[in-house]
DNA sequence: GCTGGCGTTGACGTGTGCGGCAAGGTTTAC
DNA sequence: GTAAACCTTGCCGCACACGTCAACGCCAGC
């Protein structure tokens, strides 16, 4: 398989395999003319790359991942260092929803109190008249 | 007030005050001898822009607060561009959230099934043999 | 044999908020 | 008078995961 084949049928773009090439996270073997040549297995890897990079993994977190899943165990996340990298994954996570929950917290108080001194400002500065003014 | 004097009093360096200087949020007036010149508003401009972005606010977003305040508003969200960017942040907020929860969630279940398997394997190849192996 | 569609490498661009350095001018303290 | 501490502009670097050329080679179909 090549590398536009590779690339369609894991959703992605061939200059995405040529920067994983280049991180070593991917090589490629060469055909006689120079050309990439992947098999299923590439194909394998690929996915289990893609799939943690939609779960926010940066390229270098998927390497444990991928090189587990070359050593031949069943799965990624078939060895240690990938665990450990689920592990560390999830307190990051949870740090980081813990830190924008504060912040959104924060940020809520100051927009309603904002929102409060406007309208209190808009009532000093025009009273309600009298009941007529309601239509 | 000269550039590192506001610098340190706002807590911040002489080249983040450039940057902003750089983007037209924090112009300076300058002395005769080509040095930027700052006053007390300055550095209650720098102060609303720090706590903007202390709660991850971009330093595009901080400009409708600098704009207000330099109107002569009593404070940088007195202007009704300043909610619309709280109002903004706090949906942004809300889905950045839901998503890393989202995604926690299906972490969380790949890590414990990746233990799970390993439990089942260790299980297999090497089966207690029997209660005294317990120490 | 020629066009079109693959592939190759290399290098620069993107966004964000500065850090760091160079090469100079200014001011201040002793 | 001179050294230290400030200021100026300008430019390169960083992290990250590629996008987007450019200039070229290879191969299939007509």
New interface residues.
């Given amino acids: 398989m090549r590398i536009g084949e590779l690339a369609e049928r894991a959703g992605t773009t061939t200059r995405a395999l040529r920067y994983y090439e280049q991180l070593g996270l991917l090589p490629a073997r060469r055909a006689g003319n120079g050309y990439r040549a992947y098999d299923e297995g590439d194909l394998r890897l690929l996915r289990e790359i893609r799939m943690l990079q939609d779960?926010?993994f940066g390229l270098e977190e998927t390497r444990p991942f991928v090189e587990c899943l070359r050593a031949g165990h069943p799965?990624g996340?078939?060895c240690p260092a990938?665990?450990e990298v689920?592990?560390r994954?999830?307190a990051e996570?949870?740090e980081?929803?813990a830190k924008?929950?504060d912040?959104?917290q924060?940020?809520?108080g100051?927009?309603e109190r904002?929102?409060r001194?406007?309208d209190e400002?808009a009532a000093s500065e025009q009273p309600p008249v009298c009941e007529l003014t309601k239509e």
């Fill in positions: 779960f926010g799965e996340d078939s990938s665990l689920y592990r994954k999830l996570l949870d980081c929803i924008l929950q912040v959104r924060q940020v809520a100051q927009f904002a929102v001194a406007r400002l």
